[in-house]
């Protein structure tokens, strides 16, 4: 028999065996639930199934971890067992005690019927599977046991096909290195002419190579010579555009302050004037506005200096806010 022929009796066994546990607990439940009912409080008498249910998930339980722990070759000890025959008992005595109680023996045995078939078929299901996984395995080993023979024997006609492979190189090599023994002599003779040949070339050849050498190195000084005046040319180009640079920047420099000193005498001299007599023309009061403006003047006061009216001063202190930061007096004017 080989392993598929195996699992398929082991399902077979699985399957019939919750066929029974299914209809053995289906039984049991239509059997205990009117008992529990006539010896439960009548308030209370919606209860009755749960005592059966109860019995039947532990039947279901060990029925379960039975057939995994067989097929896993473990034994769970004495507890497993007493579980299983008081799972067993329970449901046989609770079966039969309606027809015991009424001394009807005829009741007893057909109710004994699915309780007893149920622990015979977890003991049988029990030791069907762990027979089952003992041929299981030792089925294995002998496969394994097989296909290490297999394995060893193609070993052993690798070997002996790699020594007849390794005498058969050695037995080629030795001729050929024999052969290449004898071609290295006539080829040592002919290199030895060779190398007279090419030792007299070479020497032509450096003595040419040295005279070109000379000649380069010779070029090489000129035109480091050329490039370190040209360097030094350029060096002092860049530094008379620097100082030309540095000159522009500060004549720059100091026509800005020389422009930023006058426009604020020119403020100081607006702002001195005090309040005018006389309304300023436009030009005028606008420069004094924007003088206003750059010394934060408030705005009524900037319109008794030009002469002109708070609004319109207002105006003008609202184009110098958009404008940005102050202007000199040439520009806000």
Not at 194 to 212: F, L, M, Q, S
Request: hydrophobic content about 40%.
């Amino acid at each position: 028999m080989n392993g598929v022929q195996i699992r398929s009796a082991e399902r077979a066994l699985s399957v019939g065996t919750w066929l029974i546990v299914g209809g053995a607990m289906l039984y049991s439940v239509l059997t205990v639930t009117p008992l529990m009912a006539a010896h439960t409080p009548a308030e209370w008498r919606w209860t009755s199934p749960i005592l059966p249910l109860v019995v039947d998930a532990a039947v279901v339980i060990v029925v379960r971890l039975d057939s995994v722990l067989a097929r896993l070759g473990g034994h769970g000890g004495r507890w497993p067992v007493t579980l299983r025959w008081m799972t067993g008992g329970m449901t046989l005595a609770l079966n039969v005690a309606d027809s015991a109680l009424r001394k009807d023996l005829v009741g007893v045995a057909v109710h004994a019927v699915a309780p007893l078939l149920l622990i015979v078929t977890a003991e049988t299901g029990l030791a069907y599977r762990r027979a089952i996984t003992n041929a299981l395995a030792a089925h294995q080993e002998r496969e394994r046991a097989e296909r290490d023979a297999r394995e060893r024997a193609a070993v052993e006609r690798a070997d002996a096909a790699e020594k007849r492979a390794r005498e058969a190189r050695e037995f080629d090599a030795r001729m050929a290195r024999e052969q290449r023994e004898h071609e290295a002599s006539l080829a040592r003779e002919q290199a030895e002419r060779e190398e007279r040949a090419r030792r007299e070339e070479r020497e032509r050849a450096e003595a040419v190579e040295r005279a070109e050498r000379a000649e380069r190195e010779r070029a090489e000084r000129e035109r480091e010579q050329q490039r370190i005046e040209r360097e030094r040319r350029e060096r002092d180009a860049a530094a008379r555009m620097e100082r030309e640079r540095r000159e522009r920047e500060e004549r720059a420099r100091r026509e800005q302050r020389e422009e930023a000193e006058r426009a604020e005498r020119e403020r100081a001299e607006l702002l001195a004037a005090g309040p005018a007599l006389v309304k300023q023309s436009e030009e005028q009061a606008r420069k004094t506005v924007a003088a206003a403006y750059a010394a934060s003047v408030p705005v009524r006061q900037a319109a008794e200096l030009c002469g002109w009216s708070v609004g319109w001063v207002s105006s003008r202190y609202q184009e110098l806010r958009d404008q940005g930061p102050a202007q000199p007096l040439e520009e806000a004017a």
